[in-house]
């Protein structure tokens, strides 16, 4: 049993196997456990969830878990981060190339359509969308960024939503947390019923709407009067492992937001902190945030003000000092400069 190695463990902290899992809370339980027992676990201590005691090196002593569970969601949150630069990169690729010059392409196979088609104005996009909607038969997927949704924007597509509903189609939508706030959201919800499902994020990608994993539309200009409509099967699973990724982060609607615990900071102004230390302007902080620059620096103000900063410079010290330099974390990993931070043991 000593000699098996990480191949015969091939699981990350994520997903401990079950003799990994009883020798690792045993170690939580009782604060170590001896060096014999980790043996037939080796997976334990590749992971470091466990480490050689300094005091006496034929025990082991647990990493805690809330370290563990920080390094987990750090992992994830720039997983995502990475996905999110990739279809940006790769939307803004395939625009590049659809202008490259009106080339005569060889006409497709009897009964397919092209991968990729740009959609030049609102009527084109629309009767695209459509057809789409009418085609559907099990699932649409969706993405709305750009914060509270105004009431036009959801009477815009409203009757697709319906025809959807009407037919038994599931739908699951994914908006930034400033969207929580609309009244328009929330009765387009209850109109819906069951049929749709919403969660929220503090950030999400551009404008994604995928119809039964075949058929996807993106916005192919900062206005949206061009859309690509998309049929490549590898693009298509490469957005719907996207949404995937940004649904299991995401906070159903139905749930409070998580508390930072730090009295005076909300949860947006700890996303806010988290986008200041990467150095991004109050502009780009707002548009990713999905609110306005004005609302952004009220919020940062309020910031300088909990965490005793005088100038921009100062904040930055002091969002690094309470732990605010990172994606939105729990309570037990978050302090603020000068407050004692609990001792795990």
Known sequence: ????????????????????????????????????????????????????????????????????????????????SASQRRVGSAVAAVEWYAGL??????????????????????????????????????????VQPGGIRREAELSEGLHRAMALRGRGVRMRDLYTHVARHGQGLLTYLELMGDAVEARTLDEVIDRLILFDRTVAFVPANTDRTMALELRHPALIE????????????????????????????????????????????????????????????????RLSETLGAASRTQLGVRIAQAGLDGPPRSAASVRVPGQESPTVR
Do not use: K, N
Request: charge should be negative; charged fraction near 25%; glycine fraction near 8%.
């Open 238 to 301: 490469y957005l719907v492992t996207v949404f995937e990724r940004l649904w299991r982060l995401a906070t159903p609607l139905t749930a409070p937001l998580p508390e930072t615990g730090i009295e005076g900071i909300s949860h947006r102004e700890q996303s806010i902190a988290a986008l200041l230390a990467e150095g991004h302007q109050d502009a780009v902080i707002a548009e990713r945030l999905g609110i306005s620059v004005r609302t952004c620096r009220a919020h940062i103000a």
């Open 101 to 142: 010059g009106r080339r005569v392409r060889p006409a497709p196979p009897a009964g397919e359509g092209p991968a990729i088609r740009v959609l030049d104005g609102l009527a084109r996009i629309q009767a695209a969308m459509d057809e789409a909607t009418q085609a559907c038969t099990t699932e649409v997927l969706t």
């Open 1 to 80: 049993m000593a000699g098996h190695g990480a191949e015969e463990h091939p699981h990350g902290a994520d997903r401990l196997c079950e003799a990994g899992d009883r020798v690792y809370s045993r170690a939580v339980r009782r604060g170590r456990v001896p060096r014999g027992d980790a043996e037939p676990v080796p997976c334990l201590l590749e992971l470091a969830l466990l480490h050689p005691d300094p005091d006496d090196m034929d025990w082991l002593v647990p990493t805690s878990p809330q370290e563990v569970m920080t390094r987990l969601l750090r992992g994830m949150y720039d997983e995502v």
